[in-house]
């Protein structure tokens, strides 16, 4: 082939690949609906992956996100957190920008690295970022020019004891976000354009959990855990709707809550998984528990729900996957125990996709009936915190410093 001809070639699957990518953006933490539901998925998992290349990106258990026809990455790069808009099809960096960041680590998340943990948003042209002290940013996400930032020093510390976790999410016109530290903070909504505030509820400092919205007994709400209790704020003006005092070891809430149906599913560090259904009399809304299993619990791991089938990991037998009957509550299936400290889970029409820290990707049937593995591979060489980024032909995955791009072609 000629070189002109070669360099069409080239540019043509180039693009290919980037429209097969931005076909079905991945926008937010647990994508774009915030349950794990894959958008886009390969056809089949071949018994090999393919490198397709690899990039040092920086430190950081943030997830990738994808949008726009870029991949964005945070992460930490020296003393500075570090936002990178990425090409899908090469790994070239596309733009960059850096601010100086420098934490200290609380001793017992030391092994976790100095952030950052939280995962990008993108929304209408620009990508929020919040920081692992507690810096909450918005960016042009064409170009990475800054657009406003925040840094709330009104509160006595502005992160948590093991750094932010949480990640933003944006409903009905607003950036939502719980900021502050460990005794004081506000679960606050701002204008996503300025950053100015619209409304706070500072009944409870933020925890490791990350927020959703749902409408519920006809109020739309945002659900989140703070530091010492399972809340919901009315999603137009912050005010409480309703709590449930709920406190783990060392305040360590970190559980995405789960819609399934009418209900909201909740787990915590030796706490069981539960369900909850609304009540509602004038205009108090109550939770009540609809039923309660106490032979797993999550404590990292978000679940994911497929049909009447909620997949979960326990932090219980030194990590083990499970399902459960999610109108229920039954086991139906324990997977093998000392499988990991965490398993980032993602459910698509073939298959669950479990990535656990120690960089194993594992697909298994969507069943109800016993775990059935599909495929495994090792995908990287170091600790994988952050929740794999699914495309068409493959998979994106952040291990400590790395961003890969593994191929099933």
């Known amino acids: 082939m000629s070189t002109p001809l070669r360099a069409l070639g080239e540019i043509a699957a180039a693009l290919l690949i980037c429209a097969s990518a931005t076909a079905a953006d991945w926008p937010e933490w647990r994508g774009p609906h915030r349950d794990g539901a894959l958008n886009a998925e390969p056809k089949a998992w071949p018994e090999k992956l393919k490198l397709q290349w690899k990039v040092d990106v920086g430190l950081g258990h943030a997830s990738p996100v994808l949008a726009a026809g870029s991949i964005f990455i945070f992460a930490r790069q020296d003393e500075s957190e570090t936002v990178l808009a990425i090409d899908p099809a090469t790994g070239a960096t596309r733009w960059k920008q850096q601010y100086p960041a420098p934490y200290t680590m609380s001793p017992p998340a030391v092994p976790h690295g100095p952030g950052p943990k939280s995962t990008p948003l993108y929304s209408n042209g620009r990508l929020y970022t919040f920081g692992i002290s507690g810096i909450l940013s918005a960016w042009d996400a064409a170009n990475g020019k800054l657009v406003w930032r925040k840094e709330f020093a009104q509160y006595k510390t502005t992160s948590p004891t093991f750094g932010v976790a949480a990640s933003p999410i944006l409903d009905g016109g607003l950036l939502i976000v719980h900021v502050g530290g460990t005794t004081s903070g506000g679960l606050t909504a701002f204008d996503p354009a300025t950053g100015a505030v619209k409304w706070s509820w500072e009944g409870d400092s933020p925890a490791y959990s990350s927020p959703i919205v749902v409408e519920l007994a006809g109020v739309r709400q945002v659900v ?146 016993a775990l059935e593995e599909i495929r495994r591979y090792t995908v990287a060489d170091s600790a994988t915190w952050a929740h794999p980024l699914v495309l068409a032909d493959g998979v994106l995955i952040k291990d400590v410093k790395s961003l890969a791009r593994w191929s099933v072609n």
Request: net charge positive.
């Open 224 to 369: 989140t855990q703070s530091r010492a209790n399972i809340v919901s704020v009315a999603e137009s003006s912050g005010k409480l709707l309703w709590k449930i005092p709920f406190t783990t070891a060392y305040e360590q809430n970190s559980v995405t809550p789960a819609l399934y149906k009418d209900m909201l599913i909740l787990s915590g560090l030796d706490k069981g998984v539960f369900a909850v259904r609304l009540t509602r009399t004038g205009d108090t809304l109550t939770p009540q528990t609809v039923w309660e299993n106490k032979e797993v619990a999550m404590y990292m791991n978000s679940p994911v729900i497929a049909g009447d089938l909620l997949f979960g990991f326990s932090h219980r037998n030194k990590g083990q996957l499970f399902c459960l009957d999610a109108t229920t509550g039954k086991t139906l299936w324990l997977g093998p125990p000392r499988t990991g400290e965490n398993s980032a889970l993602l459910r698509g029409g073939s298959g669950l996709l479990s990535l656990t820290n120690d960089g194993q990707l594992q697909v298994v049937k969507v069943n109800g009936k």
